[in-house]
């Protein structure tokens, strides 16, 4: 998969790309992620990339051009991409069912904006979709492009090492993770659960999925419309309500 990242802070999205799973697939070559500054797209001696608001009020605002220059940069040199996304909170929310989506194309651009925002010519000349991490108010559309870029690349084929991993992931299943817990035994005066030293691999599987769903009833209830649940975890869930 082929994504290009435009942003003033390309080191933070190096450094955010360089490590773990992400950085691993980019070296094996599975995920060909290009960064771009968006400074190298002006055409100033100063390389400006932001201007003051027409009708007034504070603060600056991104200027078109150099990103209109390095979207045409990245489509000479790296292909058409299927989705130009600008990164803001008046987007849609990016949930996994859109990491799903987005993990279906072959070539995305992503638009981190810095400021005030971004002047709108860009959004409705340049940007096919807009998508938001959350309802909060960050400086700037790099760390949601990190989120955005790590949420799609583990659904790549091959860049989570073990695929079953992907399958047992919280949203894969509709439902929260079950506890996980690794040795010693007794720490600190806390037992790990029995059955998960027992050895009984269908009561461990039963536990955690009785687990994870007890879990999702008592602190996501709203994820439970979107879960798929077998006949058990349907009984189940009967039960927890009376
Ligand atoms: N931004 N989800 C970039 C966000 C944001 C979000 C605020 C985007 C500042 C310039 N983006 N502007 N939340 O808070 O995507």
């Not at 390309?10 to 060909?32: C, K, S």
């Not at 600008?86 to 904006?113: E, I, S, Y």
């Amino acid at each position: 998969m082929k994504l290009d990242i435009i942003t003033i802070f390309p080191r933070m999205i190096d450094a955010g790309l360089a490590e773990g799973v992400v950085g691993r697939a980019r070296t094996a070559g599975l995920l060909d992620i290009g960064v771009h500054n968006l400074r190298d797209f002006t055409t100033d001696k100063h390389h400006v990339v932001d201007d003051v608001p027409f009708g007034g009020g504070p603060g600056m605002v991104m200027k078109p051009e150099p990103f209109f220059a390095a979207m045409t940069w990245i489509r000479e040199h790296r292909g058409a991409p299927e989705a130009v996304i600008l990164l803001t909170p008046a987007g849609g929310r990016f949930t996994q069912d859109g990491a799903r989506r987005l993990a279906a194309f072959r070539h995305v651009v992503l638009l981190c904006g810095r400021y005030e925002g971004i002047d709108e010519r860009v959004r409705e000349a340049l940007a096919t979709e807009e998508l938001s991490i959350g309802d909060y108010v960050l400086s700037g559309g790099e760390v949601p492009a990190l989120a955005v870029v790590d949420a799609v690349a583990r659904l790549v084929p091959g860049v989570v090492g073990d695929d079953q991993s992907v399958e047992a992931d919280s949203f894969t299943r509709g439902l929260l993770d079950y506890p996980h817990y690794t040795r010693p035994a007794e720490f600190e005066g806390r037992q790990v659960p029995d059955v998960l030293l027992s050895g009984h691999h269908a009561e461990i599987r039963r536990w955690r999925r009785e687990t994870a769903l007890r879990r999702t009833v008592e602190r996501r209830p709203d994820l439970l419309a979107g879960a798929t649940l077998d006949a058990d975890e349907r009984e189940w869930l009967k039960r927890s309500k009376s």
